[in-house]
């Protein structure tokens, strides 16, 4: 029987994530994929560099087919100076803006040869001192090859941070600053590819897959797909 108190009104959320919800938003993620990983190919440090530089404005899968043309004819920097712009054009072609991506990536194999012996240099500020590779390029390298907790915020992941509220911003540099400060330690070495997968496949720009996200409880986009969890 009632006792004639009135009930008590659900509490309301914030914009953003509590620190609770955001460990089980990645604990969630890591239990899909305990392993996450770059899906761009690659068995070396300089294979992930010329990938990551080729893969702006360009998909993963074609960044894929055109190195799976190059690397078994040029897969160190003084193969690709032999090969020249020109030739190495030819192996790229099918990639947007390959122009520029193939004297950038020239001018960065000269650099790597020239002053770091060939290798991919361990370091930020000479990362982004090479042709065509910014701080998101040089982020990816740190994360993927160094095992940094850097996180390289993309379109994916700055969707995915503004959209569930977990680390809202105005702009990358925001993002990725807040991402920083609000992801728990144990999960920011997986964390820049959980959130790159989750945009890419279930928060997707046009229609997010809302009815089978694994972290739709806890979102605060307003604007969730409609639809029956299978």
């Known amino acids: ?37 770059t899906e761009l190919e690659y068995t070396t440090p300089f294979e992930l560099l010329i990938a990551v530089i080729l893969s702006a404005q360009a998909t993963d899968v074609g960044v894929n087919k055109a190195t799976r043309r190059l690397y078994p004819v ?10 020249g712009e020109d030739g190495l054009k030819r192996h790229i072609a099918t990639i947007g803006l390959f122009n520029a991506k193939a004297k950038n990536v020239i001018a960065t194999c000269r650099i790597l040869v020239e002053q770091h012996g060939g290798e991919v240099p361990h370091d930020r500020a000479a990362l982004e001192a090479l042709p065509g590779v910014g701080r998101k390029t040089a982020n990816v390298v740190l994360n993927t090859v160094f095992g940094e907790p850097a996180i390289a915020v993309d379109t994916h992941i700055f969707r995915v941070s503004n ?7 105005k702009d990358v540099r ?52 409609p639809g029956t969890v299978d």
């Not at 959209?163 to 911003?169: F, K, N, S, V």
Request: hydrophobic share 35%; glycine share 6%.
């Open 1 to 37: 029987m009632s006792d004639g108190a009135p009930p008590t009104p659900p509490r309301r959320r914030g914009p953003t994530l509590t620190r609770a919800e955001i460990h089980d938003l990645f604990s969630r993620l890591r239990a899909l994929d305990p392993e996450p990983t």
């Open 74 to 83: 040029a897969n160190t920097p003084q193969a690709i100076l032999d090969l």
């Open 163 to 169: 959209r569930t509220g977990l680390a809202p911003g």
């Open 174 to 225: 925001a993002v990725e600053d807040r991402l920083l400060r609000v992801v728990p330690e144990e999960f920011l070495l997986g964390a820049h590819h959980w959130l790159i997968l989750h945009g890419r496949y279930t928060c997707k720009a046009r229609r997010p897959d809302c009815p089978k996200c694994v972290i739709r409880d806890l979102c605060r986009f307003k604007d969730k797909t």
